[in-house]
C-alpha cells in the first residue's frame, strides 16, 4: 500500500531552526515534493528531490534518502509567516502510459511562536 | 510562473443540486489536470486524474457518476458535483501538470470551498 507519515504538529520559535521529517512507503517512486500550505489557501510549492542528499534554496532545504524511504524540510531563521501545514508528496513512478500522481502525506502543522 | 484559476472560490447550496468548479491554466498548456478534496485538518486526497481529451481516471472509492470531471481543453477542466450532500462540503482543490515543466511539478489552483447545506 501506499504510506506517507508526518509529525501532526510542530512548534518552534522565530529566528530557530526546524525539521519536519516525512517517512513513506510507495509501490513507485519517481521524486518528493514539499508544498507549504496557509489555512484555506492552495500548497505552493517549495522544494523537490529525485536524488539522494540536499537541496538547498535559501532558508528550505530539503533532505533525501531513497534507501530509507526518508525525507526532512529545513527551514531557517524561522518567521511567523511560516506557520503552515507542510506537505509531503511522493510522486508515483511512470508506468509505461500511467500519468504519475503525487500521494500526499498527513502533513505537519507548524507554529511559530515569539 | 504558472498560474492556475479555480472559479468560483466558495459555492453554497442546497443538499440534491449540482454544482460546478472550473479550473484554468492561464499562461501555459495542461495536458493534464488533477482534482483534490480536502477536508478540515486532513491533506489533499487525489479524486480523480484527467487528461485532456480522455476520460478521467478516478481513484478508488470515488463514484465517477457522481463527480463528473471534463477536459475539453488544454486549458480548461470541471469537475461538477452532482445531487451534492451535506457530506460533499469539502474544500476541492485543482493542480495542472505544464507538458515541459522542469520538474513535471503540479501548479495547484486557489481551491474552492463547497458548503452543502
Known amino acids: 500500500g501506499q504510506n506517507i507519515d508526518q509529525p501532526t504538529e510542530m512548534t518552534a520559535t522565530e529566528g530557530a531552526i526546524v525539521q519536519i521529517n516525512c517517512t513513506y512507503q510507495t509501490s513507485g517512486f519517481n521524486g518528493l515534493f514539499w508544498y507549504q500550505q496557509h489555512a484555506g489557501e492552495a500548497p505552493t510549492f517549495l522544494s523537490y528531490n529525485v536524488l539522494d542528499g540536499l537541496e538547498e534554496k535559501g532558508r528550505f532545504s530539503s533532505f533525501l534518502s531513497r534507501s530509507k524511504g526518508y525525507s526532512y524540510l529545513l527551514l531557517k531563521e524561522l518567521q511567523m509567516k511560516d506557520s503552515a501545514s507542510y506537505l509531503c508528496?511522493?510522486?508515483?513512478?511512470?508506468?509505461?502510459?500511467?500519468?504519475?500522481?503525487?500521494?500526499f502525506g498527513t502533513g505537519t502543522l507548524l507554529a511559530v511562536q515569539p | 510562473g504558472a498560474v492556475v484559476s479555480q472559479h468560483p472560490s466558495r459555492v453554497i447550496c442546497k443538499s440534491g443540486t449540482s454544482v460546478k468548479i472550473e479550473c484554468r491554466s492561464l499562461d501555459f498548456q495542461a495536458t493534464t489536470m488533477f482534482w483534490y478534496r480536502q477536508f478540515p485538518k486532513q491533506s489533499l486526497m487525489l479524486m480523480a486524474t484527467s487528461n485532456e481529451g480522455s476520460k478521467a481516471t478516478y481513484e478508488q472509492g470515488v463514484e465517477k457518476d457522481k463527480f463528473l470531471i471534463n477536459h475539453a481543453s488544454l486549458t480548461l477542466s470541471t469537475l461538477t458535483v452532482t445531487s451534492a450532500h451535506p457530506e460533499d462540503s469539502s474544500f476541492y482543490i485543482c493542480?495542472?501538470?505544464?507538458?515541459?515543466?522542469?520538474?513535471?511539478?503540479?501548479?495547484f489552483g486557489p481551491g474552492t470551498r463547497l458548503t452543502v447545506l
Open positions: 493542480s495542472a501538470r505544464e507538458a515541459r515543466g522542469a520538474y513535471n511539478e503540479q501548479f
Open positions: 508528496a511522493v510522486r508515483d513512478r511512470w508506468r509505461g502510459g500511467a500519468t504519475n500522481k503525487l500521494i
